[in-house]
């Protein structure tokens, strides 16, 4: 009777052991450089995966042999084979680990400029998350932002088995940052160790780029143009801002946002110093728009670039899908434009002179 009595307690005891898989020890964590809103902690034949910050803060478990634990949270595979994306800040991601084909589901498909991700066979979705129209997908991951699917809307998709998740990288404020999220996606395809190895060069080349202009005369840069009669421009300590400073430019019009920031006419017009580059930020092919625009001409000898250099056939730009995933190369680019001593033989790869 006793030995009966051992078994039932022992076995209550694994089982409340078993109830728990959050409060398992875990074998190593992944905490970000520069990210700020996920970390990764692994466990023996799974990991738990954070995104985001209170009070909004989601957790996922990533696994694909069954767990030796109980859970709450939503279970998801380290094998994605069908993907459904929102946002082009996402796709860089698949051509870097040649993983095109799993992309079954975008929104926005005008947006994509890598032809061989065009070339798959993609469902356009809906901007706000249609439950049956991604149900019909089948995917193995689905993955979203705050603005078209929310926690709680999330939340609301998970119980219907949807396997959504959040990605954060929009709100992160160094553009290091938001490359470091190629690892993030990389846990549920397999690829963790490879992105992290892949993000480490990143990160080497970019501090590499920014030595060259330490100690350089640092050129006065305006960014942007005008939007509904108000000059809008980058935040002050937004990531193009620090790759700005960092690849040796004052940023004219500054301040202490990392937000979009919209300017009055008349206070963009009493800038006395005079830039010596000019970035703006919309579709211009050429200066001639600029030209005939007469509230421009306080600045019509100033240089001015777009990173309208690799567009796809609907005009929208490779900047947005790959350049913002690559700082390394991206610093490249206004280093070669600011200081082009320091890279005499380099061509730039998104931005270009408008003539």
């Known amino acids: ?19 728990d898989c959050e409060a398992a020890r875990p074998l190593k964590v992944y905490k970000p450089a520069y990210a700020e809103y996920f970390t990764i902690t692994y466990y023996d034949n799974y990991k738990i995966v954070d995104a985001g910050k209170a009070p909004s803060l989601e957790r996922y478990i990533v696994a694909d042999a069954p767990l030796k634990c109980e859970t709450g ?5 380290s094998k994605t084979k069908r993907f459904i994306s929102s946002s082009t800040t996402h796709l860089y991601f698949l051509s870097a680990f040649n993983l095109e084909h799993t992309l079954v589901g975008f929104q926005g498909t ?45 939340k609301q998709l998970r119980n219907l088995k949807i396997p959504i998740v959040l990605n954060y990288d929009f709100e992160e404020k160094h553009p290091l940052a938001r490359a470091e999220w190629i690892v993030f996606e990389a846990v ?47 935040g002050g300590t937004s990531d193009l801002a620090i790759i700005i400073n960092d690849a040796g430019g004052e940023l004219l019009l500054k301040s202490d ?30 200066a001639k728009a600029m ?14 670039f777009n990173n309208t250099k690799l567009i796809n056939q609907y005009g929208f ?39």
């Not at 949270?73 to 595979?77: D, E, F, G, K, N």
């Not at 480490?200 to 939007?227: H, M, P, R, W």
């Not at 008349?266 to 211009?284: G, M, Y």
Request: net charge positive.
């Open 110 to 154: 005008r947006y994509i400029f890598n032809d061989k991700i065009r070339s798959q066979k993609i469902k356009e979705i809906n901007y706000q998350m249609n439950a049956e129209e991604l149900f019909a997908l089948k995917p193995d991951l689905v993955m979203a932002y705050s603005a078209n699917a929310g926690a709680e809307r999330a």
């Open 291 to 304: 030209s005939k625009d007469s509230r421009y001409k306080k600045f019509q000898h100033v240089p001015l």
């Open 188 to 234: 549920f395809f397999g690829k963790d160790k490879e992105a992290q190895e892949l993000f480490n060069k990143i990160k080497t080349d970019y501090n590499e780029f920014k030595k060259q202009a330490i100690g350089l005369k640092k050129s006065k840069v305006l960014v942007g143009d005008i939007q509904s009669g108000r000059w809008s421009t980058c």
């Open 73 to 77: 949270l939503a279970v998801l595979t």
């Open 1 to 19: 009777m006793k030995f009966y009595c051992f078994i039932f307690i022992l076995a209550l005891s694994l089982k409340a052991h078993a109830a």
């Open 317 to 355: 730009s490779d900047f947005w899908e790959t350049g913002v995933a690559r700082p390394d190369l991206l610093i490249k680019d206004f280093v070669a434009i600011m200081h082009p001593s320091q890279l005499p033989n380099e061509k730039t790869i998104w931005y270009k002179e408008l003539k």
């Open 257 to 286: 946002s990392n937000q979009t920031q919209y300017v009055s006419l008349e206070k963009v017009l009493k800038i006395n110093e005079r830039p010596d580059f000019w970035f703006s930020q919309n579709t211009w092919e050429d």
